[in-house]
């Protein structure tokens, strides 16, 4: 794929400032780089990007919010959060609030990290299969930390091998499902963000090279879409899958009263 | 006897995988044919996922259509769930898509 990258000036920028400097750090551990390579590369650059400019705008903007008088900013944020909340306890129920730190900082980082793919000069780092498999890993373990300290290691490892209410000779068939169908969880969620970003910037870049001039706006426009449709998916898949660690059975069918049971959310 | 035959497919089957890695290193003839069935595949395995992905993803977009026409008061739920199936069913097309990328750039046949 390497005839496909293009050098970003910000990349090369970054490493000419701190390439050096990572190489040195990085050479009693063993990495060799070559000379003429990039030490860091392009989607941890664009990693780092993004956490600049957010803190960088959450620190313009932490100066100008009041009760009072909200600017235009400070609503449309605030209608973010509130469409978390809505939806952590849509699922979750009313303890579902207390995960928003996590959810809501994926949710900004693969929302921005789609975005950049479309802004010239930059690329977006989750077209990157490490990026996307960081961020699955990271909900992976928070789901079942959270599941843990929320049920209790054995109750939660009982729920694996034995469903609430099922027979207990059934563990044998569940256990192997459900610790494949858990396992499969990082595949799935890594790669579908993955293929969706890295094949729609594959084909702005393959309609670029034919016709470099209107023709992939359609695309960049499709990519708008998918991009804000993806990272929604992906906290969506998150909250369902914190659901599914979280709930507490209760000891017959008194099931909590949420608005809907996650239908076939073993993807 | 039906079992048995099976058995002695399965066995043919593996002992033509075992064999398979010493033909591929033999020549680079048999090679080249491999990357052009191998690209052929691709596109025909992408068509396929892509149809009949397209094919489920209607079904469920009917569905969801004629439940909201018949009780619109539960659009917001419907409209959820319908999001997550085909979502869903979307990321195996995806996979799919992957392997085909596999297929053409990174070319685990040589070439």
């Known amino acids: ?267 | 006897m039906r079992t048995r035959s099976i058995l002695a497919s399965v066995l043919v089957l593996l002992a033509f995988v075992a064999v398979a890695p010493l033909h591929a290193q033999e020549a680079g003839a048999a090679n080249v044919e491999l990357i052009r069935w191998s690209i052929i595949t691709a596109g025909f395995a992408l068509g396929f996922a892509a149809a009949f992905g397209a094919l489920a993803q209607a079904r469920g977009l009917a569905a969801a259509a004629e439940g909201i026409a018949r009780n619109p008061s539960a659009a917001g739920e419907i409209r959820g769930v319908l999001i997550l199936g085909l979502v869903l069913i979307e990321s195996l097309v995806i996979y799919v898509l992957l392997i085909s990328l596999i297929l053409f750039f990174i070319k685990p046949f040589g070439g």
């Open chain 1, 1 to 267: 794929m390497e005839q496909l990258e293009h050098p970003l000036w910000i990349v090369q920028a970054v490493n000419a400032l701190l390439g050096p400097l990572v190489a040195a750090a990085l050479h009693p551990l063993g990495f060799e780089f070559e000379p003429g390579r990039d030490v860091i590369p392009n989607y941890v650059v664009m990693s780092g990007l993004i956490v600049a400019l957010v803190t960088i705008g959450c620190l313009l903007i932490r100066g100008r919010l009041s009760v009072e008088n909200p600017g235009k900013t400070q609503i449309l944020l605030e209608d973010g959060v509130g469409a978390l909340y809505s939806m952590l306890e849509e699922w979750i129920g009313p303890k579902g609030r207390r995960y928003l730190p996590l959810v809501g900082t994926i949710g900004v980082f693969i929302l921005a990290g789609n975005y950049m793919g479309l802004v010239p000069g930059l690329m977006a780092p989750t077209s990157s299969i490490n990026v996307t498999l960081g961020c699955a890993l990271t909900v992976w373990v928070y789901y079942h930390v959270q599941g843990v300290k929320e049920q209790g290691l054995w109750a939660y490892l009982k729920h694996f091998a034995a469903p609430p209410g099922a027979p207990i000779f059934i563990a044998p068939i569940m256990l192997p499902i459900e610790i494949i169908s858990h396992l499969s969880r990082i595949m799935s969620l890594s790669l579908r963000l993955f293929g969706n970003i890295f094949g729609e910037e594959l084909v702005i870049v393959i309609l670029f090279s034919i016709i470099p001039f209107l023709v992939p706006l359609p695309m960049m426009l499709l990519g708008l879409v998918t991009g804000g449709l993806q990272a929604f998916i992906f906290v969506l898949l998150t909250v369902i899958y914190l659901q599914g660690a979280t709930e507490v059975h209760a000891h017959d069918h008194e099931q909590p009263h949420g608005q809907g049971e996650p239908a076939a959310a073993h993807a």
